[in-house]
């Protein structure tokens, strides 16, 4: 149902109207809206200078902006920010773009790095911005299998498989000297043992409840949970994935050099964009960040609209798209919403 405008939001049923018209407009065109031409091409039933009036009234409630005095209206982030707000209740994802998103992660190999390059790419694709995923937490993955290598006389390397397809690998330091057939017997156990738990649940208390409760006893059960326990002793760090960076070069208003040259920065060291996607990993929904809001000078002229995904009820990443402010959001906001959906039933399936 179409979201009903009152006063409540400052402006009267016709401002919206019009408002969402100037946006959309900008949006197609990337150039200042006139009143005259603007009346003519979208039917208003009112004259060129009360659309002026109208438009001033906009500028001083900050939905608009003049960029210079004889040129037309461009939306600012406010304006932005109303529009986007005003497509939640009454977008709807054409047929076709939801079966070529489902086909392009059914096709996929069962393995979470590809899982996420295939999802960037179909966003920036489809979107024609750029695409980004941040990878989930290992802690809600399911352990599939667990495997110990020697690789020196002390020197051991954890294997953890997860039915998601993640893959977690550290070198862990014994003082035993333990030959390659011991290990196999420690996989084998461990895997029994820890197989079809979460890595939260292994953390928290599954390792104890094993060594106080397990059949098991000597060496075999004691050093095998202690070489889990120093394996996941510390924290693994989701990963970024971003494709279609080249898609923003051919966009006028962003290949202005300050504005390109700081979204390349954030894409080439990552931390910061990776910092924000894990704030709106705390979002419910589909979620926007619209100029200033990104609350980052280097990429104000940007937006973000991003999705968290879960595995079971645990949102564990986000999917989203970054593009300008003048992004096609009627278009990106219920692609990035129904992909975070797809991503998550796919990766709660793979967990069971």
């Not at 773009?97 to 790095?113: A, S």
Request: glycine share 6%.
């Amino acid at each position: 149902m179409e979201k009903e405008y009152t006063t409540d939001d400052m402006l009267n049923e016709r401002e919206a109207a019009i408002l969402r018209a100037i946006v959309y407009e900008f949006i197609s065109t990337g150039k200042p809206v006139g009143s005259r031409s603007f009346v003519q091409k979208y039917s208003f039933s009112i004259s060129p200078a009360t659309m002026r009036n109208i438009m001033y009234d906009l500028e001083l409630s900050e939905y608009l902006e003049q960029p210079h005095t004889s040129a037309g209206r461009v939306p600012t982030d406010k304006g932005y920010r109303f529009y986007v707000d005003s497509l939640l209740d009454t977008y709807q994802l054409v047929m076709n773009e939801k079966v070529r998103i489902r086909e392009e992660l059914l096709t996929n190999e069962v393995q979470m790095d590809k899982i996420f390059m295939s999802v960037t790419r179909m966003l920036s694709l489809v979107s024609q911005y750029t695409g980004i995923a941040l990878t989930p937490k290992p802690d809600f993955t399911v352990v599939k299998h667990i495997e110990l290598v020697s690789i020196t006389a002390n020197e051991i390397l954890f294997i953890m498989v997860t039915r998601t397809g993640m893959v977690i690998h550290k070198k862990v330091n014994i003082s035993s000297n333990l030959t390659q057939d011991e290990l196999y017997k420690f996989s084998k156990y461990l895997t029994s043992e820890l197989g079809g738990y979460s890595i939260f649940e292994i953390k928290n208390n599954l390792i104890e409840t094993v060594r106080q409760n397990s059949e098991f006893e000597g060496f075999i059960k004691d050093l095998s949970l202690d070489i889990t326990e120093l394996a996941l002793k510390e924290e693994e760090e989701p990963d970024i994935y971003i494709d279609g960076i080249e898609n923003l070069l051919v966009i006028p208003e962003m290949v202005e050099a300050d504005r390109l040259r700081g979204i390349l920065h954030r894409v080439e060291e990552k931390e910061h964009l990776k910092g924000i996607m894990e704030e709106m990993r705390k979002k419910e929904g589909v979620f926007t960040l619209i100029g200033a809001e990104i609350r980052d000078e280097l990429i104000s002229g940007c937006s973000i609209v991003a999705s968290p995904y879960k595995i079971g009820n645990h949102p564990v990443g986000v999917i989203g798209i970054i593009g300008p402010t003048r992004m096609d959001y009627e278009k990106v906001v219920p692609l990035v919403d129904y992909t975070g959906r797809i991503v998550s039933d796919y990766l709660t399936k793979m967990s069971r």
